[in-house]
């Protein structure tokens, strides 16, 4: 009777212990959230409004350019190097050292290189690298988690249950959408759905995203009239965006593994890498400056304007040219963006094709559904971006239609 009641008192103390952490992580990690995605932004838009900087406007057929993405780029590539030697970092961690720790009996993460990799994407977002946040950000939720787990008073609780609270708490914050930070920490970190992490998890995201809408720190992009449409004349279009984007997030993914093999090839040393990738964002956000950043205005661009195919097939291109390039380099970020943007892209590529997108009303359509299908490919999630998809847009139609590639 004494052990049982023993067995039931730690129980008891672990589930609780494993509730409060997982409140204060969603708490905690919000705030760092939604700093680093206002700070990128901020950084972002007041070192690239060329408007300031007239005297290094220059002509090139009548069309007036700004020299500011170049060096403003040159400049995050020299602190990412600095970082790296100064730290003698071999490499940036992020999502994938966060599911490897969930699978592990220690659980460990190392959490000083967790968190100078979040401050390397910001440093780069900020410099106009073509890469996400959202990764480092769903790295840095885990890391703070684990962190949290290794304290000296903390009682034992499972490690892959806290790492997905953090995971699922940075989603929650930095999307706006607790239900697919939810889903993203099962289907995604701790690969299955537990009926003990469940009330945790759950928690982390609600408590991260209730802060988010306190703070009211972040607008989130997303959100636009949504237009009425006729379900079946889109379904072959839909067909089409399933094929296409599966094919694009294939050379996406194999891009993003031969610039990392060409990187260690080359043979010079780590700190001055990120400088390559660096000077081609600069170059290309001189000239087309959608390309680089997190890529929010170019997503809505692709869904409520109609562009030509050849500008989108050219943007798209550069795009996953110049994503591979920052990541297998050095110039740190996430992936998650660059699908998103990537997906819009070929999703209006699609419209472009005759007899696909004969109606405008389709646009729309069509640019979510790639953008869906695109990321759940490139992260392995396709529920996850379902859900996203839903509390992004606010719409349950946009949702249905995502469904089906």
């Given at each position: 009777m004494i052990k049982k009641n023993t067995q039931f008192s730690s129980l008891l103390v672990t589930n609780f212990a494993l509730v409060i952490v997982a409140i204060i992580t969603g708490l905690i990690v919000s705030c760092v959230a939604q700093f680093f995605m206002f700070s990128g932004k901020k950084v972002f838009e007041l070192t690239h409004n060329v408007s300031d900087y007239n005297f290094l406007n220059f002509t090139i057929f009548e069309q007036q350019f700004n020299f500011i993405p170049m060096i403003i780029a040159i400049i995050a590539s020299l602190l990412i190097g600095l970082l790296i030697k100064i730290k003698n970092i071999d490499r940036w961690h992020g999502p994938a050292?966060?599911?490897?720790?969930?699978?592990?009996?220690?659980?460990?993460?190392?959490?000083?290189?967790?968190?100078?990799?979040?401050?390397?994407?910001?440093?780069?977002?900020?410099?106009?690298?073509?890469?996400?946040?959202?990764?480092?950000?769903?790295?840095?939720?885990?890391?703070?988690?684990?962190?949290?787990?290794?304290?000296?008073?903390?009682?034992?609780?499972?490690?892959?249950?806290?790492?997905?609270?953090?995971?699922?708490?940075?989603?929650?914050?930095?999307?706006?959408?607790?239900?697919?930070?939810?889903?993203?920490?099962?289907?995604?970190?701790?690969?299955?759905?537990?009926?003990?992490?469940?009330?945790?998890?759950?928690?982390?995201?609600?408590?991260?995203?209730?802060?988010?809408?306190?703070?009211?720190?972040?607008?989130?992009?997303?959100?636009?009239?949504?237009?009425?449409?006729?379900?079946?004349?889109?379904?072959?279009?839909?067909?089409?965006?399933?094929?296409?984007?599966?094919?694009?997030?294939?050379?996406?993914?194999?891009?993003?593994?031969?610039?990392?093999?060409?990187?260690?090839?080359?043979?010079?040393?780590?700190?001055?890498k990120p400088l390559i990738p660096g000077i081609l964002c600069g170059l290309f956000g001189i000239f087309l400056p959608i390309v680089i950043g997190l890529g929010s205005d170019g997503i809505m661009s692709f869904i409520t304007i109609e562009h030509t195919f050849l500008f989108l097939l050219i943007v798209l291109i550069i795009k996953v040219f110049l994503t591979s390039s920052c990541i297998g380099f050095g110039?740190?970020?996430?992936?998650?963006?660059?699908?998103?943007?990537?997906?819009?892209?070929?999703?209006?590529?699609?419209?472009?094709?005759?007899?696909?997108?004969?109606?405008?009303?389709?646009?729309?359509?069509?640019?979510?559904?790639?953008?869906?299908?695109?990321?759940?490919?490139?992260?392995?999630?396709?529920?996850?971006?379902?859900?996203?998809?839903?509390?992004l847009t606010g719409s349950y139609n946009y949702a249905i239609v995502s469904m089906p590639p």
């Open positions: 050292d966060t599911i490897y720790a969930a699978h592990q009996i220690s659980g460990q993460l190392d959490v000083q290189k967790g968190f100078l990799s979040t401050l390397a994407s910001l440093i780069s977002i900020g410099g106009g690298a073509s890469v996400g946040i959202y990764g480092p950000l769903v790295h840095f939720g885990g890391t703070f988690a684990a962190f949290m787990r290794r304290l000296s008073f903390m009682p034992k609780i499972p490690h892959d249950i806290i790492i997905g609270s953090g995971v699922a708490a940075a989603i929650s914050a930095a999307f706006g959408a607790p239900l697919a930070g939810i889903l993203f920490a099962h289907e995604v970190i701790i690969r299955h759905f537990s009926k003990k992490g469940v009330a945790a998890i759950a928690l982390s995201s609600v408590s991260a995203n209730f802060l988010a809408i306190e703070l009211d720190v972040v607008t989130y992009p997303l959100r636009f009239n949504e237009n009425d449409f006729d379900l079946l004349s889109s379904l072959p279009g839909l067909t089409v965006i399933g094929i296409i984007s599966s094919v694009v997030a294939i050379f996406f993914m194999k891009s993003l593994l031969f610039s990392g093999k060409l990187s260690s090839m080359i043979n010079i040393p780590l700190h001055y110039l740190f970020g996430g992936i998650f963006s660059p699908a998103l943007f990537i997906g819009a892209a070929t999703g209006a590529l699609v419209f472009n094709i005759p007899f696909l997108g004969d109606n405008i009303s389709l646009l729309s359509i069509f640019a979510v559904t790639g953008m869906a299908a695109v990321s759940s490919s490139v992260i392995g999630a396709p529920i996850t971006a379902i859900i996203l998809v839903l509390e």
